[in-house]
């Protein structure tokens, strides 16, 4: 047993001692090395205890930044407190001061031209300016349902070159001038809804397109069909319109309906003689009817159609009237126009319209002032062509006729017609130089008139 | 006992013809809104709806001639003078918002 002990005694000894000598000389420490890993360790324990004070300082800050946090939260609620007690005394005060938002309410729209004319025929004159004009429109917006719109009109007229009127028979003209200044227009809209507005006021009348389309920087002749003279332009009154889009393609129908004050008799008096010594249409105002001298006012209307096939591919037909008193007799004066207008290309363009009235009086009956014309314009850009001006021109030619239904009665022409080709240039798209040249032929062997006008249109 | 089967038989008669015509209502419901997708509307722009209005009666104006409100109130003028419909004013309006 004891010799057993022993040898596990001696075995044990003789591994350790095996062991301890198979130990690598890298688990072996040198001083050196000692007092470096002492001094490192010494370094670590600097550090973490430089990171625990960090670890304090951020603590410390926090806990301050908690406590201005909860400052800020109670002085918000306190603002919130307050706006909400003031909030309904500046909504009071909104309500009573209203500032506009937008300052372009008012608009300067309008045109002037600037006129030539050489007159020859039967009633030669020398040339000369003849004509300046300023025709301002100012538009107000006050809110999206109501606009105030007035047009002027400030011209300057040579008179000398007064055309040979077939009314009065004047053949002559004298070397003074004119200058005139007009209310074309003023009116009030009130847009009631998107089918309805209401116009009152001095009206255009939707006689045709030509007086609402008529303008002189719209209209690409110098002057105007002769047979709109036969209609009244203006009155005073009020007016219904609007329009009803048909289908998604852009086409619509449109009407106006309205009471104006009618045609009157120039002298303002009662009587309804239409004529006067020479047996002429002289007592019977078409130019304006701001009065009524009648026991009743007119009443009139258009109804429109206009269908576009695709953008300058259109047509648009028109038929409207008016009908009322014309002097205190109650003597009736009524009209009924057609109007046409059609697009088949940006560049050709043809419209008119035909005129038809009734006139009574107390000589000569009823009479049936009538007429028509037709005007169409194509655009030289069509070609092409490179070269200077030609693009930038467009031709025009208006056919042209009247008939003042006064019969044998009159010793002046009771019907005229004329031709008048022209050219326009369009120097931008608002400022055109338009020239013409027109042949009037009368009636009942009065001679021939011509005339060459040219004119300087801008459109503002 | 026949007038009790002739009741049910009244109900089942109502109760089939009216999910009958509820079925043929909904298909024609169906058939309406799927030929109406067959065809697809072509709603015109304010582009398009300017080249078509305003050159009936004058030259096409810039839109960078006027400003916003200017344009409204040019448009407000012409809805009344040239009997625009709103909703075509509006879409030109926008066009010549947009562009100037």
């Not at chain 2, 080249?51 to 809805?79: G, V």
Request: proline share 4%; aromatic share 12%.
């Amino acid at each position: 047993m004891e010799k057993i002990m022993k040898r596990i005694v001696f075995t044990m000894v003789t591994l350790s001692f095996v062991g301890l000598c198979s130990v690598p000389r890298s688990w072996a420490v040198t001083d050196d090395q000692f007092l470096a890993l002492q001094k490192e360790v010494q370094s670590l324990e600097q550090e973490h205890q430089q990171d625990q004070a960090e670890i304090q300082a951020l603590k410390d800050q926090q806990g301050q930044t908690e406590q201005k946090t909860e400052e800020i939260k109670k002085t918000a609620d306190k603002a919130v407190e307050v706006a909400s007690q003031v909030q309904p005394a500046m909504q009071s005060v909104n309500t009573e001061v209203k500032v506009p938002v937008e300052n372009h309410n008012f608009v300067l729209a309008g045109d002037a031209e600037f006129q030539y004319t050489n007159q020859g025929g039967g009633n030669k004159s020398h040339g000369s300016y003849g004509l300046a004009d300023f025709a301002p429109v100012f538009l107000y917006r006050a809110n999206d349902k109501v606009l105030f719109e007035a047009g002027f009109d400030t011209s300057i007229d040579n008179s000398s070159i007064t055309l040979q009127s077939p009314n009065n028979g004047a053949t002559s003209g004298n070397s003074g001038y004119s200058t005139t200044f007009n209310l074309t227009f003023a009116t009030i809209d009130y847009l009631f809804n998107d089918y309805a507005t209401l116009v009152a006021g001095e009206m255009l009348l939707p006689l045709g397109t030509y007086s609402e389309r008529g303008a002189g920087w719209l209209n690409k002749l110098p002057d105007d069909p002769m047979s709109r003279s036969l209609l009244i332009g203006t009155g005073v009154g009020a007016q219904v319109r609007g329009s009803k889009a048909i289908g998604n393609n852009g086409s619509m129908v449109t009407y106006a309906v309205y009471s104006a004050n009618g045609g009157h008799t120039i002298d303002g008096t009662s009587s309804s003689t239409t004529f006067d010594g020479a047996n002429t249409i002289q007592n019977f105002d078409t130019s304006g009817n701001r009065t009524n001298m009648n026991r009743t006012p007119s009443e009139g209307g258009r109804i429109g159609w206009f269908y576009p096939w695709k953008p300058h591919y259109d047509i648009e037909l028109g038929l409207s009237g008016q009908t009322g008193e014309w002097n205190t007799d109650g003597k009736l004066w009524q009209a009924g126009v057609i109007d046409a207008a059609v697009h088949v290309s940006p560049y050709f363009e043809t419209k008119g319209e035909y005129i038809y009235t009734g006139q009574e009086t107390t000589d000569l009956g009823t009479i049936h002032p009538q007429g028509w014309w037709l005007q169409s314009g194509f655009k030289m850009s069509f070609f092409n062509w490179d070269v200077p001006l030609i693009p930038s021109t467009e031709l025009v030619f208006r056919y042209d006729t009247v008939n003042y239904g006064i019969g044998d009665l009159t010793s002046t022409p009771k019907n005229a017609r004329r031709f008048q080709p022209g050219i326009v240039y369009y120097i931008t798209n608002t400022l055109w130089l338009e020239g013409s040249y027109e042949k009037i032929f009368y009636g009942d062997g009065v001679p021939s008139d011509n005339q060459w006008i040219a004119q300087l249109s801008y459109g503002f | 006992m026949k007038e009790s089967k002739r009741v049910l038989g009244l109900l089942r008669f109502v109760f089939v013809a009216g999910v009958s015509m509820f079925l043929f209502c909904q298909s024609g419901t169906l058939v309406l809104a799927d030929s109406q997708n067959k065809k697809p509307v072509k709603i015109l722009d304010g582009e398009k709806l300017y080249a078509i209005n305003c050159s009936r009666c004058h030259t096409e104006r810039y839109p960078t001639e006027r400003t916003d409100a200017q344009w409204k109130t040019l448009l407000m003028h012409m809805q009344v003078r040239a009997n625009l419909p709103p909703e075509q004013a509006r879409k030109i309006l926008k066009y010549m918002k947009e562009n100037n």
